[in-house]
């Protein structure tokens, strides 16, 4: 057996010395140098501090020179300058805040509900053929069905009240976490199973050593859908007989055609997704930087 395997491991080397001969023959006797100029970088290149705002400060640009040149009409797209003017009349008198202190309350709940739920779902799923075959049919089912689609039942089982709107943010949230997290999971490669089970880990300490970090990259991406899908489902449910938050205060604004309230409302959501997406991403770079990818 040894001369066997002494053998192929020679015939490995002959084989891989032609190979990387014929790949370099410029290293032969009689052949100049190459000296063509290296080819240009193929990648996206280094990364730039703050290059994530670039987009968004030329989408403000491009808002406040359609605004100075009469392109938009203030009256259906107030202004830059006049939404910052509104906003500050609003945090002065206390309204944004209060409001935004509400719409922040409801999305961490239907978030963290909604994450618990996918992960463990994922967890049982993943690690189970028979929870597989429970839960992910009616995931996917559910997957199919808009979770703002509900909402006539959900008023009619829960009521318009807080219950309802943290239950719609989580049925929004849970599923893409449990289907990012679930491709993770599965996508984990066997011969870390057999190691673990070659050195005698327990099931929990394969979930926590083997599992859970084999996972992490699926189930950052998941949460990266999921907290827009927070912010989605929060601006439907808000504008539903609701007393407080920002989209019971935009709705109230289009009431009185009050324009630029109304486009606050829009600023502060899609600011609050941006930095809540850039968060995760942080938090994914950090986690996951032994990988080598062209993000990294």
Request: net charge positive; proline share 5%; charged share 15%.
């Amino acid at each position: 057996m040894s001369t066997l395997t002494d053998l192929r491991s020679t015939q490995h080397s002959e084989r891989a010395g032609h190979q990387l001969q014929a790949l370099t023959p410029d290293a032969k006797v009689g052949h100049r140098p190459d000296e063509r100029p290296l080819a240009k970088r193929l990648g996206p290149g280094p990364r730039r501090r703050h290059a994530a705002a670039l987009g968004p400060v030329v989408l403000v640009a491009a808002w406040a020179a359609g605004s100075a040149t009469g392109l938009l009409d203030p009256r259906t797209m107030s202004a830059p300058w006049t939404v910052v003017t509104t906003a500050g009349e609003l945090l002065a008198d206390g309204r944004l805040q209060t409001n935004l202190a509400v719409s922040a309350q409801r999305a961490g709940l239907g978030l963290l509900f909604g994450l618990l739920i996918g992960v463990l779902l994922a967890l049982v799923s993943g690690l189970s053929r028979l929870g597989e075959s429970l839960i992910d049919g009616p995931v996917q089912i559910k997957r199919a069905i808009p979770s703002l689609a509900l909402l006539p039942l959900l008023i009619l089982w829960l009521g318009i009240g807080e219950p309802m709107k943290v239950i719609t943010i989580t049925l929004a949230v849970f599923v893409p976490i449990y289907l990012q997290t679930h491709a993770g999971l599965r996508g984990i490669e066997s011969k870390y199973v057999e190691l673990a089970q070659t050195v005698g880990l327990s099931r929990i300490a394969f979930v926590r050593k083997v599992i859970l970090p084999g996972a992490l990259p699926g189930f950052l991406l998941g949460m990266r859908f999921a907290v827009t899908g927070a912010w989605l489902s929060l601006v439907v449910v808000e504008q539903i007989n609701s007393t407080s938050g920002i989209g019971y205060m935009m709705e109230l604004a289009r009431t009185y055609g009050q324009t630029d309230i109304i486009v606050v409302g829009l600023v502060l959501y899609g600011l609050l997704g941006l930095l809540s997406d850039g968060l995760v991403q942080l938090v994914q770079r950090r986690a996951l930087s032994w990988q080598r990818t062209l993000n990294s």
